[in-house]
């Protein structure tokens, strides 16, 4: 991520529609089993673009599934709405790491990264439909929403932050915290999401320093 991890906080909270439909973690379908080399071989985005075991704490790739966490596949908070520039993609690949915690015996965190390739100019055509579906659909903690609010952001990257009620066993609904980064890659659109464990928070520190290592690794697309 290009700007400052120091940067103030924009924490540009937007007014607007509601978003797709809320999950929490101890429903969420497993990931297939598919390593990162075959995903990004069928993907034909190249495995050394994705995020590693060593940016990742050890933790492996598993590819996901059409339809899981469709909300940061990319960032969607107009719900399945279709961006003009998704007819431009030309690859896409879609991995799941659960990352082990900084400490000893921590929470993991589930971290899905999307990576799409697009024909010229359509990266950064995404970007800017993504900057105003986020203007235009901001969610709220209403049933069944997201509420994404902008917490930093620069010309091609930018981070957000995704509430949600969530319910866990017999707890009351309580407000869970995710974060997503954005970025533009040359001619791919990459996005690195902590959604948390089950009813607990992501990381946003840990966002930004995935979504730094994922730039390095994407300028491997060609």
Known sequence: ???????????????????????????????????????????????????????????????LEQGVFPHVRPLRPCGATP??????RTDVVAMRYTVPGAEQASTPSTVVQFVGRHQAGGAAAQFTEIGAALEKCPGGLGKDQHKWTIVDSDADSMLVRIEQKVSYGDEDPATVAHYAALSTVNDAVVVVADLGWENMDGSEQLVRDLIAKAEERAAKIK
Do not use: H, K, N
């Open 1 to 63: 991520m290009r700007f400052a991890a120091g940067a103030g906080l924009l924490a540009v909270s937007l007014a607007g529609c509601a978003s797709g439909t809320v999950t929490s973690g101890s429903s969420v379908p497993s990931p297939v089993a598919v390593s990162a080399s075959t995903a990004a071989a069928v993907s034909g985005i190249p495995a050394e673009a994705l995020l590693q075991s060593a940016d990742t704490r050890g933790a492996e790739a598993q590819s």
């Open 83 to 88: 961006y003009p520039s998704d007819s431009t």
